[in-house]
């Protein structure tokens, strides 16, 4: 069949199962989710030889070190999934919360509760622990989802969907509140996107070519998660330990994903022979990172290469930094919010007033404060996991948990009362 019953058959069974999965409760929602933690465990040996094969794919395809990263599901990457899940589950039930409440002076209540969406597609790339986070917190809102992962996980995805939609079913709730796509043809990323009717929301995560040619197709709504353009800013104030520690971890814990640094600002002061500047370039250049700076920059090292106009919009998802001086706060914060991506920007600083005046003004989904921008996390901020991080600001701002996939109703209660 075309892409688009393709499609259409997936929808009907999804917006089906949403219904099924809106009136479930709570807890038959989380015994689900830890019924999906248990099969991922016990399937663990299926999950890494699929992903196996897929990494050899990969490998033979010429995929980037990055890349290979992002999709190798490790016994510790598949623990944190089913980690993950469970964490979901122990957290309050979004469905049916009660927003706000008020009683007007004629006795009638105004009531907003909060509800799922209904049908929610995710397209995403290389990372196969998304299928869980996204199916888990798909289900935790009361949500049908469906997944379309990058050709080069799908081995990878069935098998992890294959244990979700297991312990979906375990739970006497309908497999098809999960579903994967099983065909890599681009056609479906069309299909879905333009799928009014059956699907109320497309996420799509990955390149930014992805994400803007689902944003131009599609005729539903979209929360984009653009580039991680990242970036640290080292103040005049900053403590020289607590600069270098961070930055290293910003750039070189795991460089090829959305919330590594991918440009260094460090303020003037630190910038003279001996300084800070020297030190962070000698511990990024010994971990290996290739550095590309202003003229300034390039002063300290004769090992950093000069950056041109494109490296302070780059998303490198790799061991390079662009490195700049700048003359003070009001410089960086305009460099961020002219070249960043605003999804995840750092501060270090011992001066409270420098800390304050970078939060209120870096428009980015996520500020950090004496704090790596790795930590821009779902799990990290206590939800489980994310379905994205969204740079947009509406429906949603920043890591995305179970209810930021929900929307809400008013509910009117009255006693017979009429409009005069």
């Not at 003279?272 to 002063?299: P, Y």
């Amino acid at each position: 069949m075309d892409a688009k019953d393709y499609v259409r058959e997936m929808g009907r069974a999804a917006r089906s199962a949403a219904a099924a999965l809106a009136v479930a409760g709570g807890e038959r929602r989380n015994e689900a989710l830890t019924a999906c933690a248990r099969e991922l465990r016990r399937r663990a040996g299926d999950i890494r030889a699929a992903n196996a094969e897929d990494l050899d794919a990969g490998r033979a395809d010429g995929l980037g070190d990055a890349l290979l990263d992002r999709l190798t599901l490790t016994d510790a990457r598949i623990e944190a999934m089913a980690a993950g899940l469970e964490a979901i589950a122990a957290q309050p039930d979004p469905v049916g919360r009660t927003i706000t409440a008020t009683t007007r002076p004629d006795g009638l209540r105004i009531e907003k509760r909060r509800v799922p969406l209904g049908v929610v597609a995710i397209i995403y790339e290389s990372r196969p622990n998304v299928t869980a986070d996204a199916a888990g917190l798909c289900l935790k809102s009361g949500n049908a989802c469906i997944l379309r992962g990058g050709k080069e996980a799908l081995r990878s995805n069935l098998a992890v969907a294959g244990c979700i939609r297991a312990g979906v079913g375990e739970a006497g709730l309908p497999p098809e509140a999960v579903a994967v796509v099983d065909r890599t043809d681009r056609a479906v990323v069309g299909a879905l996107a333009t799928a009014e009717g059956l699907v109320d929301l497309i996420v799509p995560r990955g390149g930014e070519g992805l994400i803007r040619a689902v944003v131009e197709a599609a005729t539903i709504p979209v929360i984009k998660h653009y580039a991680g353009n990242c970036h640290v800013y080292v103040d005049a104030s900053a403590d020289a330990a607590t600069a270098r520690k961070i930055v290293l971890n910003a750039k070189c814990q795991r460089p090829g994903v959305c919330n590594a640094a991918e440009t260094l600002l460090v303020h003037a002061d630190h910038a003279g022979a001996g300084g800070l500047l020297a030190l962070l370039v000698a511990d990024l250049l010994a971990a290996g990172v290739e550095l590309r700076g202003d003229e300034r920059a390039r002063a300290i090292s004769p090992e950093v290469a000069p950056a041109g106009e494109d490296d302070w919009t780059t998303e490198y998802l790799a061991p390079i930094l662009a490195v700049k001086v700048v003359e003070g706060l009001d410089e960086a914060i305009e460099h961020v919010n002219a070249f960043g991506s605003h999804h995840t920007d750092a501060i270090v600083t011992a001066d409270p007033a420098a800390a304050e005046a970078f939060v209120a003004r870096v428009d980015s989904s996520s500020v950090m404060v004496n704090a790596s921008t790795r930590l821009s996390d779902g799990g990290v901020y206590g939800l489980g996991a994310e379905v994205g991080i969204s740079t947009d600001k509406l429906h949603a701002r920043g890591p995305m948990g179970a209810e930021d996939l929900t929307t809400y109703k008013w509910v009117v209660t009255g006693e017979g009362h009429v409009r005069e």
